[in-house]
């Protein structure tokens, strides 16, 4: 079966922000593997650290040389600025036991047909802020982790594009791409109008 690297939602206000990109991986040091550049096929590059989980299969079965699909999370704050958190690498035969060569796959095609395509992000959260000048708005995402000292409980993405003020704390899930360092969104869905303030739900 064809994992998915973006899984379907379990719930209806389920918080999140994941994406994946296609591009090569440059540590910054060769002996700290974990922060570096992630760089695209057209040579653009996102500062990145990469999460403990996904830093032993870097380890283990990354050639630094070549482009992978690596999913990741986004932040940032501003427009100009995103920088990514690698969670894991979307290679459905080497890493996931799917019988089949993949120097012969179009990994493209495989992510079509799982409705996905290079540079795609899902972002679910609460409108808190609508520039309309900018054409900006700001997205409130909390973390399903809750760990008691952590910086990560919530957090806010700034991204390129226009809601209505009329949705301002409603819970929306939306289609967005990256374009260099910058999230632009293309597709929304109100999850939740003017969500009350205690019926959130984390995941």
């Known amino acids: ?15 999140r922000a994941i994406g994946i990109i ?6 910054n040091e ?5 922060r570096g550049y992630l760089i695209d096929s057209k ?11 996904a830093l032993s ?14 999913i990741v999370y986004p932040k940032n704050k501003n427009t100009q600025n995103l920088h990514l958190q690698v969670a894991g690498i979307w290679d459905p035969y080497q890493l996931n036991d799917f019988p089949n060569d993949s120097s012969k796959t179009n990994f493209s095609k495989l992510l079509k047909e799982l409705d996905l395509k290079d540079n795609y992000f899902s972002i679910r959260g609460e409108l808190v802020f609508v520039n309309t000048q900018k054409k900006e708005i700001v997205i409130k995402i909390c973390s399903a982790l809750k760990l008691q000292n952590s910086k990560n409980k919530n957090f806010k993405l700034v991204i390129k594009g226009e809601l209505s003020l009329e949705l301002l704390n409603s819970f929306v899930s939306l289609d967005v791409i990256r374009d260099g360092n910058s999230l632009e969104l293309f597709n929304y869905e109100v999850i939740e109008k003017n969500i009350p303030k205690k019926i959130k739900m984390i995941s």
């Open 1 to 15: 079966m064809l994992k998915n690297p973006i899984p379907k939602v379990t719930n209806k206000l389920q918080y």
């Open 22 to 27: 296609n591009g090569k991986f440059t540590p």
């Open 30 to 34: 060769n002996n700290q593997l974990n």
């Open 43 to 53: 040579g653009e590059k996102i500062e990145t650290v990469v999460l403990g989980k």
């Open 57 to 70: 299969l870097l380890k283990k079965h990354i050639n630094l040389e070549k482009s992978y699909f690596w």
